[in-house]
């Protein structure tokens, strides 16, 4: 009987399980959104809602705290410096878990867990720095083209050019080879003479 044991095996051992929800959890707070099957998803809300939780205390001790988990700095600091002001009037329920249907191959039910909050940071419009950088690059761009297209044309000439040589060696060879016949055959000619001659 399992009294009083709670949370899902996921067919591991504890310390996979462990090492698991820290590299997912790491991943959600990085990226926002990930995919995964419906009870890892459902498991790992649990674990990262107590992390959430953590940081809006913002103190030493809970940022230590949430490093024995997640063990990249620049996500810790993520975590404490922009989510945890974005949930601090949320008493709670900081991700969302959408079904996706099951996946092909072994038919596992597939979820999508996100932070809640994530779309609306993503929906906001570029800012103007970015759309000045991509002219510019478009504009590099350009020259590389017409140097690549330059060199295929070289390229494209020294082959014409490697035909044509070819081809000229190769008349020559064959003119070489019928002038030799004509000299045989004019040869065997004058033979013929010469012996009809003599008879």
Known sequence: MRHRVTGR???RTSE???AMMRNMSTALFDKERITTTLAK???LRRFTEKLVTLSKKET???RRRVLRHIHDRAVVAKLFDTLSARYAERPGGYTRVIKLGPRRGDNAEMALIEL????AHESSPPSKTKA???PAKAAKAEPAKDE???EGTEKKTAKGTKKTTKKATSS???SSKATKKTTKKTTAKKTTAKKTSKD
């Open 116 to 119: 809640v909050g994530s779309e």
């Open 172 to 174: 020559k060879k064959t």
């Open 41 to 43: 998803a459902k498991e």
């Open 9 to 11: 095996r996921l067919s």
């Open 60 to 62: 030493l001790h809970a």
């Open 132 to 134: 000045k950088k991509k």
């Open 148 to 150: 690549a297209t330059d």
């Open 16 to 18: 996979h399980r462990l």
